[in-house]
């Protein structure tokens, strides 16, 4: 069965750089997202891209966040000054097209980033 | 974020007994719902879902009930086997507010032999 993958499955990053992390979708998917979720709490959403185009971000999702789908294959979460609070499991997602609008996210098994 | 709410962090059965696991909701926008699992070091896995237009849906072992009124949904897993042992979330989503998904705080189901 297709799955998204992530990369890589655990990132450890100095305060204050930039860390990239990659997904790969199910090819066939048009919609893709990035989530997180802080240890002990929620996944939160992060952000919607759809079209080579953001279509929907959260508060959460500040300028230190970008997201782009630079080839075919890869959609990209950026952060660019890492903060102590970015710490998180970090979950891409992606959507098929459909006639049906109710398909559920299929989810990879995440990327942890720990900010020392 | 309260608009999803699992009650119960934990939730411990025999197995071959029936599991139900709830969620509240607030936001009456909300339209799809889905059930997710989770095993540890991995990301969430789609279980089942239900449209807003329904009130039942199964499939297998597992049946998910919407009470629209009450803003209640729950998962049913029956009979519960070892490997059900996982983190349950229940998401829901409003598409005049787009795609994403909004996540409940998840159960953790543990499954007695």
């Known amino acids: 069965e297709p799955e998204v993958t992530q990369t890589p499955s655990h990132q450890v990053t100095q305060m204050g750089q930039e860390v990239i992390l990659r997904c790969v979708p199910i090819?066939?998917?048009?919609?893709f997202y990035w989530y997180r979720q802080i240890l002990g709490q929620k996944v939160e959403f992060l952000v919607s891209?759809?079209?080579?185009?953001?279509?929907?971000k959260s508060e959460i999702f500040d300028d230190q966040f970008s997201v782009e789908r630079p080839d075919g294959s890869n959609f990209t979460l950026k952060i660019r000054s890492t903060k102590l609070e970015d710490s998180a499991m970090y979950f891409c997602?992606?959507?098929?097209?459909?006639?049906?609008?109710?398909?559920?996210?299929?989810f990879g098994d995440g990327t942890r980033l720990s900010i020392l | 974020d309260q608009q999803v709410k699992q009650n119960s962090p934990s939730l411990s059965v025999q197995e071959g007994r029936i599991s139900i696991l709830n969620c509240d909701y607030t936001?009456?926008?909300?339209?799809?719902f889905l059930w997710y699992k989770k095993y540890p070091a991995e990301g969430p896995t789609f279980l089942i879902s239900?449209?807003?237009?329904?009130d039942k849906n199964e499939d297998g072992r597992f049946t998910v009930f919407l009470n629209k009124s009450a803003k209640h949904l729950s998962l049913h897993i029956v009979p519960s086997q070892p490997g059900d042992s996982a983190v349950y979330f229940c998401?829901?989503?409003?598409?005049?507010?787009?795609?994403?998904?909004?996540f409940g705080e998840g159960t953790q189901l543990t499954v007695n032999p």
């Open positions: 997602a992606s959507y098929p097209p459909g006639s049906s609008v109710n398909q559920p996210q299929h």
């Open positions: 090819s066939n998917h048009l919609y």
């Open positions: 891209f759809y079209n080579n185009e953001i279509s929907e």
């Open positions: 936001n009456s926008m909300f339209d799809y």
């Open positions: 239900i449209s807003s237009i329904k």
């Open positions: 998401a829901a989503r409003a598409q005049t507010s787009g795609s994403r998904l909004t």
